[in-house]
């Protein structure tokens, strides 16, 4: 088999024509394809599982980390906030008491009034209790196909994006795999949010790769938590996140396993066959008739995988930094008040006119890939990506010819905080 190469001749039909396509629908998938149907366009969302979510959802890892600075002031507005209420309306929370009714514009007069007419994000609540909760997965993901479908966004769900179609330095759409069989979508504009950049990846862009220590996190419930759960009548207290293999800085790592990027079918397969190793160890280990496991994650809990090199790069020195070009900010979800803005350049670079990144794979590098990764930062960068997509295909133009200023004003319409100051 060495040097062997099967040598295919493919004829792929067209299967459908869209303003815009999202390639991936995680946190930042389906921020861009709400924010762009929001704002008049044609949007198809692909999806390779068959639910929305992504790490949030299918990942288990139902923590929306704060949107707030770390001492007491809202810095989040827009659809972090928006996605933050969604989680927890429907299900359980463990939001703080103090910044439960943030959502109501009548509460939040009533509190402006009361600190001295000053407006909502002024208005301090204890630094302890910073603005993140948990969240029933299960039960976001079903509000989330609701969400998406009210903004009238297309979705197609068990496929995968193969390839996409250039013309220069324009992308003219996407040939994707599923039950059908291979079928091209033509567009007008990609945003890429597959999480690891492999469809602007393929098209050429440059990128660089993250390593992953092997993490595991499954659901797990067992008699004290039943009793719990029983005795304050709040049902969270069923299960709690059973951590396996290593902690996010490492602590825990097996000495035999490598770091992994988790770019190849071959490194997500090792992955997740070695946590699934370590959840076997803990159940032989226990009682059997004294736990169980609620859920054990579909895909892989990678948290670094690939990155766009874009027109910047964000970095831990641009802490608190100023950015004309800024389209969102962000907390830092481990040190409070420490916080950034996040300029447009970091989702695209100049050589692709219509292709754009969210999520964990916008130009960041270190410890601020960590701070953009997560769920309110993603729906940060999926909110601007998505509407700049919208704007592009309107506006009959690229991404290097795109006002940023008229970017900014929608962004700013839609309760969008764009700079820190």
């Known amino acids: 088999m060495n040097g062997y190469c099967l040598d295919e001749r493919l004829e792929t039909p067209l299967r459908g024509e869209y303003d815009v396509i999202v390639c991936g629908g995680g946190i930042s998938g389906v921020c861009a394809a709400v924010s762009a149907a929001r704002n008049g366009v044609r949007v198809l969302l692909i999806e390779k599982s068959v639910q929305l979510g992504g ?17 007491g ?6 659809m972090p906030e928006e996605l933050l209420r969604l989680a927890v309306r429907y299900g359980y929370d463990s939001l703080p008491e103090g910044w439960k009714s943030q959502s109501d514009p009548a509460d939040i007069a009533e509190r402006a009034a009361e600190a001295g007419g000053e407006s909502e994000d002024s208005v301090l609540f204890p630094k302890k209790e910073r603005c993140g909760t948990f969240f029933s997965p299960a039960i976001f993901s079903a509000a989330l ?10 979705l197609l769900l068990d496929t995968q994006v193969v390839r996409t179609v250039r013309n220069g330095q324009s992308c003219e759409g996407v040939i994707v795999e599923n039950k059908t069989g291979r079928g091209f979508y033509k567009t007008g504009f990609v945003v890429d949010a597959v999480g690891d950049l492999q469809v602007m990846r393929g098209a050429g862009a440059p ?47 097996p000495e035999d396993f490598p770091l992994l990027c988790g770019s190849s079918a071959e490194e997500i397969t090792a992955f997740m066959m070695a946590g699934r190793k370590l959840l076997f160890a803990y159940l032989q280990a226990t009682p059997r008739l004294e736990r169980d ?16 090199e874009g027109m910047y790069t964000l970095t831990e020195e641009d802490c608190g930094r100023h950015f004309e070009d800024s389209v969102g900010v962000t907390g830092d979800f481990l040190h409070s008040g420490r916080c950034y803005e996040l300029p447009l350049r970091i989702l695209y670079c100049r050589e692709y006119s219509n292709m754009i990144t969210a999520g964990r794979t916008v130009s960041a590098a270190g410890w601020a890939w960590d701070v953009v990764r997560v769920i309110p930062a993603a729906a940060a960068t999926g909110q601007a990506a998505g509407m700049a997509a919208a704007f592009c295909v309107k506006g009959k133009t690229g991404l290097a010819e795109l006002s940023v200023e008229r970017l900014q004003q929608g962004l700013a319409r839609s309760g969008v905080r764009l700079h820190l100051e």
Not at 73 to 78: N, P, T
Not at 224 to 253: E, F, N, V
């Open 55 to 71: 790490l949030a959802t299918a990942g288990l890892i139902n923590w929306f980390e704060p949107i707030c600075d770390g001492k």
């Open 73 to 78: 002031k809202k810095l989040m507005y827009g």
């Open 145 to 154: 196909d609701r969400w998406t479908a009210e903004s009238g966004v297309e």
């Open 207 to 253: 990128f660089e790769n993250g390593e992953n220590y092997l993490s595991y996190v499954a659901h797990l419930t067992d008699g004290a938590g039943c009793r719990q759960a029983a005795d304050s009548g709040r049902i969270q207290k069923y299960s709690r996140w059973l951590c396996l293999g290593a902690g996010m800085q490492g602590k825990g790592q």
């Open 293 to 308: 496991i609620c859920a054990a994650p579909s895909m892989p809990q990678l948290r670094k995988v690939c990155r766009l």
